[in-house]
């Protein structure tokens, strides 16, 4: 069984402390992205990675950072959690062909206080 | 500028009814994929179409992808309390390019 494996469910978390968000796949897939959801807006997507060591900016990178040190793990990086960086964070992966399904993680439900 | 739009935002309808969600954009795709997406989990694909005027049927669910390959449809037969949930259209624009979601169909089934 296929899966992506996000470190947390929930966590809460101060304003101003760095945050760390861990994401996993055991599916060998060349392709992981971090997306934020919040009611009204949908996915917005934060950051992806292609390969490993490579990063792309999303739609609304700013605040975040990510690193891609091995393949099957893609970390999100909140460097000083604000109150507007509460949501729920989805990590997914897909691999390297068109047209293929793409694989979520439970996602981490962050608040920051 | 979302580039897909999906309607209704929010549907609640009685258990029995039919229901169909639309996923539009002035886009060409090289596939659209339909997600579903329960309370505190992560999106699940349901189905991928991939043809223009492709019809896919999952037992009560018939999706439908437009001729030129813009929009798609989710028509649900005979409504039932555990198709409550969210439901995500994605726009696959091809290889190099992360997928595009729709904001999702808020699908509320009453018994």
């Known amino acids: 069984d296929v899966k992506v494996t996000q470190s947390s469910r929930y966590l809460v978390k101060r304003t101003g402390e760095k945050v760390f968000l861990e994401c996993v796949q055991d599916m060998d897939h060349e392709n992981m992205f971090w997306y934020r959801q919040d009611p009204g807006l949908g996915l917005r997507l934060i950051y992806f990675s292609y390969d490993v060591k490579m990063k792309e900016k999303g739609d609304i990178p700013e605040g975040y950072s990510v690193s891609r040190e091995k393949k099957e793990r893609f970390s999100l990086i909140l460097e000083s959690a604000s109150t507007n960086q509460t949501s729920m964070y989805l990590c997914?992966?897909?691999?390297?062909?068109?047209?293929?399904?793409?694989?979520f993680g439970q996602g981490t439900r962050l608040t920051v206080v | 500028t979302q580039l897909l739009e999906q309607s209704p935002q929010f549907l609640s309808i009685q258990e029995g009814e039919n229901l169909t969600v639309y996923c539009n954009s002035s886009s060409v795709f090289s596939s659209l994929q339909w997600y579903r997406q329960e309370p505190g989990e992560g999106p699940v694909l349901l189905v991928t179409v991939v043809t223009g005027g492709e019809v896919k049927k999952l037992k009560r669910l018939t999706f439908q992808f437009g001729d030129a390959r813009k929009d798609s449809s989710l028509h649900i037969t005979a409504a039932q309390p555990g198709d409550t949930g969210l439901y995500l259209c994605?726009?696959?624009?091809?290889?190099?390019?992360?997928?595009?979601f729709g904001k999702g169909t808020r699908l509320s089934v009453i018994a």
């Open positions: 997914a992966s897909l691999p390297g062909t068109v047209n293929t399904e793409a694989f």
């Open positions: 994605a726009g696959d624009r091809g290889p190099g390019t992360p997928l595009v």
